[in-house]
């Protein structure tokens, strides 16, 4: 290609070096700018970086090594808690196996192993190849969690219908099961005004939601994207299931075939208009959504200009980006790199081909170990004119970082007979920590603050030592959450710095503000041994109503008084259509129990009701009205609970 | 094509004579003709126009759409202008700045006729103020189209994989991959489907898959499967492939390729230790580089993965060849280099690859602009300015890693982690018209052409000068005894009066098909403008001219190429910039 004559710089906002649009592309924020080509497209690079939404049941774990497999290490023990454990050796193979739509082996296709903090950061996930038998197998893994997944193009990772994520989670030592199906596909042609195909155009497709309404996995509407061919026709294949829409545009079609030919251009969204008014296109897996066709408009877009400033003293080490996006989402609408090793106290940038509406800009700089500058979102609108003169001010991400640490159960909950049989073998690194931004419930219809910029969680797991580090994180409220991988453990308290080191009073201590820059260290996350586990049916009472809505979800309400404000206490599980519920990781100790039927909205993520005050204290209210208790010992396992709905006397 | 009106009257640059009797002698005010002053500025900016049709054969082509590129310093690539074109092939684009271009009909179907060899591809032209140029005309050809599928050994489809078309010589001699097509053209869709647009006329070679002579394949992660190069319909030897032989605007279907079992891959590991202690290094970002038979690197790829604590790589995906590894100029390793590190897959995992780090040379200094006295404007314009270096070293192994150093607001700059060899300095000043890199001093002495750097030598006092300038050359080139070949190239160069051959970098700018080019952003001062024409494996030159520009002033010269004179063999890379 005659790419050779442009080097790692960008021209014009186009990325021309391979190496710059992999370091671009691990800036977040504006992956969709840089994604991968088609080849890539699916989940290729990065593996999904979506927490489980609930804790999955394990498998049980490799009888023995597989054949080739080191041999694991004995356990290192230190200190009386640990020399009571299993031996759990340092490293361990992950082996598993790579299976197609009818369950026979795939062969020869590339499988990752990455742990959170690869995901997310420079670190490069282990990889591996599939046998003849589909079989893979990653010789010694450190512990940790890993998102295991495979790339075979035009092929998907069949994702969890409960939660739409894409990969499983598994521990070394566990048996992964990876299922490939063909991706879906949209094809169709792209016309001029006049009805002439137009050649070597770029159409994108861009998911706006999976097939159950949620959102994009990480945020990043793109799916993929291809160029008409020499009749107009373009094919975009290997996506995940889920609603599109589907448009050309001119700026990834200028490339080196036909530089700046649509340039400038507005984007056309199927069928032939603006976002606005872009036909949802819904893809299902291994199908084909054909006839998509679109009539281009062939209509020169405004142009958006300003300046990016950076603060004193800071550096992007990689790239400074700008990007533009459909106010209030995360769709991109245009966006321009300034180039590589910036070193200018300020940057001037230009968007092309920008049609009339709404949209948000900000400007995110950063390096290796990902974003470290963003500017707060600016509303642009843009009415019939360019719109020029904007300042993008950069400043520096916060960040949060603390410790994980697993406390042994007391002498006394080891005596007591459930626990006799229950051991731990987690380990700190298996702790899925989440930080997410904590924004009240907003009430159905109203008009709160708009939210320029959805911000999303950030996640990460902590090193060998227990240490935990989650970077580039916006100024906001944000909440940590915890998910556990042993179910033999709960969260007893979560401390900030400077906070009392008191056990029995763990009340909001999960919630803090971040501001710019902030860099919030030594916070405290301690586990403990002797978590119980609480499961059952619900049981519509005889006589109720037929008018009585089902039950959704089951809450668990700390009963003392004392810890009403102590939200790690506060438990909830959803009640499957049989009636079935189940929590784990429980703190022993005693609650009240309240089945209610809670209005979803996919739309939007569950926000646990405790999270707010009032509705905290009207669970609370409700539980003491229902007044059914349970006293949960330490390491107690009940699945068979029989809980009466409706609750009332 | 002709120019209606041309607002230039190019008089004859220098008498014959005059050549033959004194070879290479400077030829001092022979084609001064006049400069305008600043205050002509305006005039100087007047909009050009460029008008022409597009045919196929004796036909108009409609619905092209004919694209300006600007070539100008810091416009590179933006399209400057375009128009379609109308039914009858009638195309005019109006309001054009006058500068540097390459236009072409963006007809990626078609075959454009008459298009140099550079990048972006189009014809070079250069519009003079005010200027309407008519009758630019491009012949285009329909191009011919090759379309089939690829299946693998299980007759499923092989998806997303690049497909090759070589054009053969008659003689069967094989063509270098045509450039300018996107990748994402030819390559398999989900079917296996191919389709490849846009041909010239010829004969063609088509094959999927890495040969072994072609070096090794490394897939680092996330990448697809192997294949040994397999050519249409299904043979490895290329002396057996089936030539598919196409005409204009043909389509030639069903060219089929069935592929083998995928190469098996082998996994890579060792470790990163310092030369210096054997500890391991941890946290070396390091990326892989394919070798060829001749063990010269043609190749690189990862270089995004970083050791862990124990100072251990490994990576999965190698096909047999032959491989080096070493560090990538990430954050971390700026100030390291690692040593040549070789390793050949065959067909097992190699293990226990041992790279050694050393603490690489350093070299500082300051990039300093000469001809502006105001200082905040000096600074402003050093802010765009990127300083990049290579070593050439004796190690063909080795990567291009230097990373391009800030140049901090007083010009200081600073690179490290270099590796013994001979350094080039420069500095890409692209982004900012009126900047050009004139030399580079080292204590003193010119060192443009290069300096050698000592194994962890810490060089400081380099001087990278640039020229600031406002001031204009344009120029026709009048052409003796013959005409350009279609196809070549005339570059036309403006090199300071009086200084050495190797001690300032000339500024160079392609003349476009009238014979006409533009030089900006030139200090004041004496130059020495030739013009050198490459075609058909000849170069011809125009004797040198002598030229004086003033700020804000524009001077026009009007060398001489005479196609009768002897030709001398082109140089080896003596094209261009």
């Given at each position: 290609m005659k790419a050779t004559h442009t080097n790692a710089r960008t021209h014009g906002g186009a990325i021309t070096s391979p190496a710059a649009l992999a370091l671009l592309s691990a800036l977040l924020l504006l992956a969709p700018l840089f994604a991968p080509r088609p080849a890539h497209a699916q989940g290729g690079v990065a593996p999904p970086a979506r927490p489980p939404a609930r804790t999955q049941a394990r498998p049980a774990p490799t009888p023995a090594p597989p054949a080739g497999a080191q041999a694991p290490k004995p356990a290192v023990t230190n200190g009386a808690a640990n020399a009571q454990k299993p031996a759990r050796p340092e490293r361990v193979p992950l082996a598993g196996r790579v299976v197609g739509e009818d369950g026979g082996p795939v062969a020869g296709v590339n499988v990752y192993a990455a742990t959170r903090a690869q995901t997310t950061g420079p670190r490069s996930p282990n990889t591996v190849t599939s046998d003849e038998g589909g079989n893979f197998v990653f010789p010694a893994l450190d512990p940790g969690l890993y998102t295991v997944g495979a790339n075979l193009p035009g092929y998907i990772n069949e994702s969890d219908p409960q939660t739409g994520r894409v990969a499983s989670t598994y521990r070394p030592g566990e048996q992964a099961l990876v299922r490939l199906v063909k991706g879906g596909v949209v094809t169709g042609s792209v016309v001029d005004q006049q009805g002439q195909p137009l050649v070597a155009l770029g159409v994108r497709a861009m998911r706006v939601r999976d097939l159950d309404g949620r959102a994009p996995q990480g945020g990043s509407p793109f799916s993929g994207e291809d160029r008409t061919d020499d009749r107009g026709v373009y094919r975009i294949y290997g996506l995940q299931p889920g609603v599109y829409v589907v448009y050309a545009s001119g700026l990834q079609g200028g490339g080196f075939a036909t530089p700046g030919a649509y340039g400038g251009d507005v984007p056309t969204f199927y069928p032939s208009g603006t976002r606005d008014t872009a036909a949802e296109v819904t893809v299902r897996a291994g199908q084909e959504t054909a006839g998509i066709d679109i009539r281009y408009r062939e209509e020169q877009g405004r142009r958006v200009t300003g300046t990016v400033e950076l603060p004193a003293g800071s550096q992007p080490d990689f790239g400074l980006n700008v990007a533009l996006t459909y106010a209030g989402t995360l769709m991109p609408a245009g966006g321009v790199g300034l180039g590589l090793g910036v070193n200018s106290p300020e940057r001037s940038f230009s968007i092309e081909g920008v049609a009339d509406g709404d949209y948000d800009i900000r400007a995110a700089g950063g390096g290796r170990e990902g974003l470290s500058l963003t500017s707060a979102p600016q509303r642009v609108s843009v009415r019939g004119a360019d719109v020029t003169g904007l300042r993008l001010t950069l400043t520096p991400l916060a960040s949060v970082s603390g410790s994980v640490r697993i406390e042994p159960a007391s002498e006394a909950e080891r005596a007591g007979e459930p626990c006799k049989a229950v051991r731990t073998t987690g380990l700190p690194q298996e702790t899925l920590v989440t930080a997410s931004p904590d924004l009240p419930r907003v009430a159905a219809g109203a008009t709160g603050r708009p939210v320029s910029r959805p911000l999303t969680p950030r996640e990460t797991t902590p090193d060998e030592t227990g240490d935990f580090s989650l970077r580039a994180l916006e100024p906001a409220r944000y909440r940590l959450s915890f998910q556990l991988f042993d179910e033999s453990l709960y969260v007893r308290a979560v401390q900030l710095p400077g906070a009392a080191p008191n056990a029995a009073s763990a009340a909001a201590r999960d919630v803090f503000e971040l501001r710019p820059g902030q860099q919030l260290s030594g916070v405290a996350v301690r586990l403990a041994e002797g978590a119980a586990g609480f499961g059952g049916r619900v049981a519509t009472a005889e006589g109720a109503s037929p008018q009585t809505p089902p039950p959704t979800r089951v809450h668990l309400v700390p009963q003392e008084r004392e810890r009403a404000e102590e939200t790690l206490r506060y438990y909830e599980a959803s009640v499957s259509p049989d009636g079935a519920f189940s929590f784990k990781n429980l703190a022993p100790g005693r609650y009240l129990l309240l089945a209610r039927a809670e209005a979803e909205s996919p739309e939007a993520p569950r926000r646990r009701a405790a999270f707010d005050a009032d509705t905290r204290a009207r669970l609370r209210r409700e539980a003491e009205a229902a007044n059914v208790t349970v006293e949960l010992q330490p390491c107690q396992r009940t699945s068979d609970y029989a809980l009466r709905f409706p609750q009332s006397k | 094509m002709k120019s209606k009106r041309s607002p230039l009257r190019f008089r004859q640059g220098a008498p014959r004579g005059a050549r033959a009797a004194a070879a290479g002698a400077l030829l001092f005010a022979a084609a001064l003709l006049?400069?305008?002053?600043?205050?002509?500025?305006?005039?100087?900016?007047?909009?050009?126009?460029?008008?022409?049709?597009?045919?196929?054969?004796?036909?108009?082509?409609?619905g092209l759409t004919v694209t300006l590129l600007s070539t100008d310093p810091g416009q590179r690539f933006r399209t400057a202008a375009r128009?379609?074109?109308?039914?009858?092939?009638?195309?005019?684009?109006?309001?054009?700045?006058?500068?540097?271009?390459?236009?072409?009909?963006?007809?990626?179907?078609?075959?454009?006729?008459?298009?140099?060899?550079?990048?972006p591809p189009?014809?070079?032209?250069?519009?003079?103020?005010?200027?309407?140029?008519?009758?630019?005309?491009?012949?285009?050809?329909?191009?011919?189209?090759?379309?089939?599928?690829?299946?693998?050994?299980?007759?499923?489809?092989?998806?997303?994989?690049?497909?090759?078309?070589?054009?053969?010589?008659?003689?069967?001699?094989?063509?270098?991959?045509?450039?300018?097509?996107?990748?994402?053209?030819?390559?398999?869709?989900?079917?296996?489907?191919?389709?490849?647009?846009?041909?010239p006329p010829g004969r063609y070679r088509v094959s999927v898959g890495h040969g072994g002579e072609e070096g090794g394949v490394g897939m680092g992660f996330g990448r697809r499967r192997v294949f040994q190069r397999t050519y249409y319909p299904g043979v490895t030897e290329q002396a057996q492939a089936r030539v598919v032989e196409v005409k204009a605007g043909d389509e030639t279907e069903n060219v089929d390729i069935s592929l083998g079992r995928p190469l098996k891959t082998y996994r890579a590991s060792g470790r990163f230790v310092s030369a210096e202690t054997g500890e391991p290094v941890p946290g070396v970002t390091y990326g892989y580089g394919t070798l060829n038979a001749g063990g010269r690197r043609i190749g690189s790829f990862g270089g995004g993965q970083t050791t862990n604590a124990r100072g251990e790589f490994s990576t999965e995906g190698f096909a047999p060849g032959r491989y080096v590894i070493f560090n990538t100029a990430g954050v971390e390793s700026t100030e390291f280099y690692t040593e040549p590190a070789e390793f050949e897959v065959v067909d097992s995992d190699v293990a226990g690859i041992t790279v050694r780090v050393r603490r690489g040379a350093g070299v500082s200094g300051v990039v300093q602009i000469e001809g502006l006295s105001d200082r905040a404007a000096a600074a402003r314009l050093l802010s765009q300015v990127r300083v990049f270096g290579w070593?050439?070293?004796?190690?063909?192994?080795?990567?291009?890693?230097?990373?391009?150093?800030?140049?901090?607001?007083?010009?200081?700059?600073?690179?490290?982690?270099?590796?013994?060899?001979?350094?080039?300095?420069?500095?890409?000043?692209?982004?900012?018209?009126?900047?050009?890199?004139?030399?580079?001093?080292?204590?003193?002495?010119?060192?443009?052409?290069?300096?050698?750097?000592?194994?962890?030598?810490?060089?400081?006092?380099?001087?990278?000068?640039?020229?600031?300038?406002?001031?204009?050359?344009?120029?026709?080139?009048?052409?003796?005894?013959?005409?350009?070949?279609?196809?070549?190239?005339?570059?036309?160069?403006?090199?300071?009066?009086?200084?050495?051959?190797?001690?300032?970098?000339?500024?160079?700018?392609?003349?476009?098909?009238?014979?006409?080019?533009?030089?900006?952003?030139?200090?004041?001062?004496?130059?020495?403008?030739?013009?050198?024409?490459?075609?058909?494996?000849?170069?011809?030159?125009?004797?040198?001219?002598?030229?004086?520009?003033?700020?804000?002033?524009?001077?026009?010269?009007?060398?001489?190429?005479?196609?009768?004179?002897?030709?001398?063999?082109?140089?080896?890379?003596?094209?261009?910039?």
């Open positions: - | 006049f400069a305008h002053a600043p205050a002509a500025l305006a005039q100087r900016d007047l909009p050009a126009s460029v008008s022409g049709r597009v045919t196929d054969g004796e036909r108009g082509v409609a128009a379609r074109t109308d039914g009858e092939g009638r195309f005019l684009i109006p309001n054009v700045p006058p500068g540097r271009y390459q236009i072409t009909p963006a007809a990626p179907a078609y075959v454009v006729q008459g298009l140099t060899d550079n990048y189009g014809r070079p032209l250069t519009l003079l103020a005010g200027e309407e140029v008519k009758d630019f005309d491009f012949r285009v050809e329909r191009g011919a189209v090759i379309t089939g599928r690829v299946t693998d050994g299980d007759g499923n489809p092989v998806i997303s994989e690049p497909v090759t078309v070589s054009q053969v010589e008659p003689n069967g001699q094989q063509l270098p991959t045509r450039g300018g097509l996107d990748l994402r053209d030819q390559m398999t869709d989900d079917r296996g489907v191919y389709r490849v647009y846009g041909l070593v050439e070293s004796g190690d063909r192994t080795a990567p291009f890693t230097a990373r391009p150093p800030a140049v901090n607001p007083d010009g200081t700059f600073r690179l490290g982690g270099l590796r013994p060899g001979k350094l080039h300095l420069g500095a890409s000043a692209d982004a900012v018209k009126g900047l050009s890199v004139s030399r580079v001093e080292l204590a003193g002495a010119n060192v443009t052409g290069g300096f050698a750097v000592a194994e962890g030598a810490q060089v400081t006092g380099v001087r990278i000068v640039l020229n600031y300038g406002t001031a204009v050359i344009t120029g026709q080139v009048n052409y003796v005894g013959g005409a350009p070949q279609p196809g070549s190239r005339a570059i036309a160069q403006a090199r300071r009066a009086g200084a050495p051959a190797d001690g300032s970098i000339p500024r160079t700018v392609e003349v476009d098909a009238r014979g006409y080019f533009r030089i900006d952003g030139l200090a004041a001062g004496e130059y020495e403008i030739s013009v050198r024409v490459f075609g058909a494996g000849r170069l011809h030159r125009s004797e040198p001219l002598s030229a004086s520009v003033s700020d804000g002033g524009e001077t026009r010269v009007a060398p001489v190429v005479d196609f009768n004179a002897q030709p001398r063999p082109p140089q080896p890379g003596g094209v261009g910039p």
